[in-house]
């Protein structure tokens, strides 16, 4: 058996996504969270929650998720948790898909949603984080919470009575 760059576990997946399934870092939940991100899939059927605990300067300090779906949207949240955790909301907010796609050693094209998830997670906790602290939403995140529900609601509306 050839080995390329990824090391695959004999499957789709990386053996970085494997590991990281079966020992997910992170996972939980914060019961005082200071913000907390639901996103789903409804075509999938993945359902991610973020919890995030922010300190006095925006750091946040403890990140926890729980995750109903495959093997990339545990291994996405799990790795999302490694990538945000001791890093402020500013620097958080940067993380991008492929951030999370290239921590896992690649992830197959037809599971690159997973780390929108993951992403779409953390960007609904942040927002969560800031409505429950009464700060200004700043425009950006503003833009990304609509179209996260945008889509959710064109994506609910399009299954409607399946």
């Known amino acids: 058996m050839k080995k390329n760059s990824a090391k695959t576990c004999g499957s789709l997946y ?5 590991e990281t399934f079966k020992s997910p870092h992170n996972y939980g939940k914060i019961k005082d969270a ?5 996103v789903g899939n409804i075509v999938c059927g ?6 995030i605990k922010v300190d006095k300067k925006e750091v ?3 990140i926890k998720f729980e995750t109903f779906g495959c093997v990339a949207a545990i291994s996405t949240s799990s790795i999302i948790t490694d990538l945000v ?3 402020t909301i500013k620097e958080a907010l940067k993380i991008t898909k492929d951030n999370v796609i290239e921590s896992l050693g ?3 094209k037809i599971k690159y949603h997973c780390s929108v998830l993951a992403v779409d997670a953390l ?22 919470h609509y179209i996260i529900q945008k889509s959710k609601d064109v994506i609910e ?6």
């Not at 200071?34 to 639901?38: E, F, P």
């Not at 509306?157 to 399946?162: N, Q, S, T």
């Open 106 to 108: 690649g992830l197959p």
């Open 14 to 18: 990386t053996e970085k996504v494997m």
């Open 46 to 51: 993945d359902v991610m929650w973020l919890y």
């Open 123 to 144: 960007i609904e906790a942040v927002y969560d984080y800031y409505t429950k602290t009464k700060q200004v939403i700043p425009a950006d995140l503003q833009k990304k």
């Open 157 to 162: 509306k399009r299954y409607e009575g399946l």
């Open 34 to 38: 200071s913000g907390i991100g639901k």
């Open 60 to 62: 946040i300090k403890d």
């Open 85 to 87: 955790k001791g890093k």
